[in-house]
Every structure is written in C-alpha cells, then in structure tokens.
C-alpha cells in the first residue's frame, strides 16, 4: 500500500512530531509510519550527500556545508545491505553530511516501476537506520543527462561507465537543492 503524502509546512511539523514520538505500544504509530511527507519547505541542512542506486554501482555525490559545489565522490560497489549501510555511515561521518537524497527512478509518464520501488525501500531503510533525514529525488533521464555530460566534457568509453552513476548522483543533488519538484520525505519508522 502507497504512503500518504503532505506538503508544505504541516510536513515539517508533522516530520518533527512523528520523529519525537514514543510510539510504544500505540496503533496510531503503524500508521505514521506509513506516510511520506512531500516538501519544498523543508530547511536541508547541508552537507547533503546523493546516492544513484544502480545494480551493480552507487552513484555518489555531496555538496560543501553551504550547498554552493557539489563534488563527485568514486562510486560505491554494491554487494549486500550491510555494506552498503557500512559504506554511507562511513561516508556521512567523513563529510558530516546532515541530510541524505536517494535517486527515484520514475517512469517518464511518473509512475512507479520495480526500480523505483526498489529505491524507495532502500531508502526507508536507510530513514530508519540513520539519524538524519532521507529523502527522495525525482531522477527520471539523470542517467542520460550524466552520459552526455560526460561525453562533453571529453570522457571515452572505459571512464564513462566508472563515472556515470556519480555524475547522476550529482544530478540529482543539483535537482534537489533547486528544489522545483516535490521532495519526499521518509518517516523514520
């Protein structure tokens, strides 16, 4: 079942009450849990570290602590949830990142396909086990943006595919701190 979505500065409200809550034992906590809040209000603190979640790569981008450049990192491999976890602690704690945005891969028409499901649970995931807060990012034709970046900027072939997935995650961060789509939200549950 989807999640709820809120908008605008009741998200922020309802964001810092559902974090603040003692949920033990309550019904109403399965249900808070279930809603996503959709925001251009929401203050991001900065650092704010990207993630292009790819199959076998994850894209990897952050930007300074007042969200002027944004700076391409190596990509991660992906193996299991553990590492992966391990990895972005890793990279938050070395960055100070205070915010997360994670890459949903929208069908062009906006609908939801297994890759974006796939991404959307991995960042419910990661909401629930960072302490700061994750968001969604609209990446539809990132990929494709970040190949023809690339290509002009010179990069061949062999670089293109090692460089690829953190150029997108670069794309996506520049798409979330403009802030001119929705941003998602995850509750930490």
Known sequence: MGAT???GAFAQYFYTLTRSIDC???GICAKLRNVETTSTEYVIAAPVLAL???QKR???AVTDSLSISITRLAA???TNWKQLLTDVVHLIQRFDAK???IGLP???DGSYGDAAEAARLAAAKFARSLDIPVFLQDER???AEAQENLRSRGVRRPELSEMVDSESAAIILSDFLQGGQNRILLPRS
């Open 76 to 78: 991660l491999q992906r």
């Open 99 to 101: 915010t997360v945005v």
């Open 52 to 54: 292009d979640l790819g």
């Open 5 to 7: 979505k809120l908008s």
């Open 24 to 26: 033990a034992g309550s």
């Open 106 to 108: 929208l069908r062009l």
């Open 58 to 60: 994850v894209g990897v």
């Open 141 to 143: 034709l990132t990929s």
